[in-house]
C-alpha cells in the first residue's frame, strides 16, 4: 500500500514568508507526528496528533509554528514569516496506533527540505 | 530534558563482521526502544523495536535492552556494504513520542 507523502518535496522561501507543508498519512493511521531535523543531527519531535486532536505540541519552536490535522488524515505544518534558522528538514511520520504506555512503530515520509534565504 | 546518547562515529568495520551500536538515555520512563536507518538524503525507515529487558532478534539485526542500565544497542551480523548508513536510537515515553540521538554512522568496507 501507499506510504506516508509529503509535499512539497523541496521549497525554498525568502525570510519572512510564510510556507504551509502538507502531509497525508498511510490510511487508517490514528496517529501523525511532525519532526523537525536539522543537518547533522536526528528528528527532533515537533507536534503530534491523534486523529484530529493535537495531543503535544510542545516540540514547536515558537509560536511561528502552527499545525492542524482537521478531518483526522491529512496534516499541514504551517510556518509563518520565516527564518533562517527554520532552513530544515520537516519529516512527517504516522503510526497505526497511540497509548500513552506504549509506543507503535512510525513510519516516515520522505520529508520537505525547506530553504529560508 | 530527555536525552540520547549515541557515539556519532563513524564506525567502519569490514565486510562480514558483526557491527555494534550503542545508545544511552536518560528518560526512565521510557517504555519502547526502536532504532531507524536513515541513509543520506532519505527520511528514517524503521528497523526494529524493542519493549522489553533482554535480546530480540530479526534476521541480521539483534537488539538488546538493559533498562536498569538505560542502555539500548543494536548489533548487525554479517554485515554488507549496503549497511553503510546512520542508525538512529529512539526511545519512547507517552502517546509515541521518539525522542531521537543524533545517530551513528556506520561504513561497512567491502
Known amino acids: 500500500g501507499a506510504g506516508v507523502s509529503q509535499s512539497p518535496r523541496y521549497k525554498v522561501a525568502k525570510r519572512g514568508q510564510d510556507v504551509a507543508l502538507r502531509c497525508d498519512p498511510i490510511?487508517?493511521?490514528?496517529?501523525l507526528f511532525w519532526y523537525q531535523q536539522a543537518l547533522g543531527q536526528g528528528p527532533e519531535f515537533l507536534t503530534y496528533?491523534?486523529?484530529?486532536?493535537?495531543?503535544?505540541k510542545s516540540g514547536l519552536p515558537s509560536d511561528r509554528f502552527f499545525a492542524e490535522r482537521p478531518e483526522g488524515s491529512v496534516s499541514t505544518l504551517k510556518i509563518q514569516r520565516t527564518q533562517q534558522e527554520d532552513s530544515a528538514v520537516y519529516l512527517c511520520?504516522?503510526?497505526?496506533?497511540?497509548?500513552?504506555?506504549?509506543?507503535?512503530?512510525?513510519?516516515f515520509g520522505p520529508g520537505t527540505r525547506l530553504t529560508v534565504t | 530534558q530527555k536525552e540520547v546518547e549515541q557515539n556519532s562515529g563513524p564506525l567502519s568495520v569490514p565486510e562480514g563482521a558483526i557491527a555494534s551500536l550503542n545508545c544511552t538515555y536518560s528518560?526512565?520512563?521510557?517504555?519502547?526502544f526502536f532504532w531507524y536507518r536513515q541513509y543520506s538524503g532519505k527520511s528514517p525507515e524503521l528497523i526494529m523495536f524493542?519493549?522489553?529487558?533482554g535480546d530480540k532478534e530479526d534476521g541480521r539485526f539483534t537488539a538488546q535492552l538493559n533498562k536498569a542500565s538505560q542502555y539500548v544497542s543494536l548489533l548487525i551480523r554479517d554485515s554488507q556494504p549496503s549497511d553503510s548508513a546512520t542508525y538512529l536510537c529512539?526511545?519512547?515515553?507517552?502517546?509515541?513520542?521518539?525522542?531521537f540521538g543524533k545517530g551513528t554512522m556506520l561504513l561497512v568496507s567491502p
Open positions: 511520520a504516522s503510526s497505526l496506533a497511540g497509548d500513552r504506555e506504549v509506543a507503535y512503530e512510525q513510519y
Open positions: 490510511s487508517g493511521h490514528v496517529s
Open positions: 496528533f491523534q486523529n484530529e486532536a493535537q495531543l503535544d
Open positions: 528518560d526512565r520512563g521510557s517504555q519502547s
Open positions: 524493542i519493549y522489553s529487558n
Open positions: 529512539a526511545p519512547s515515553s507517552g502517546y509515541s513520542t521518539l525522542t
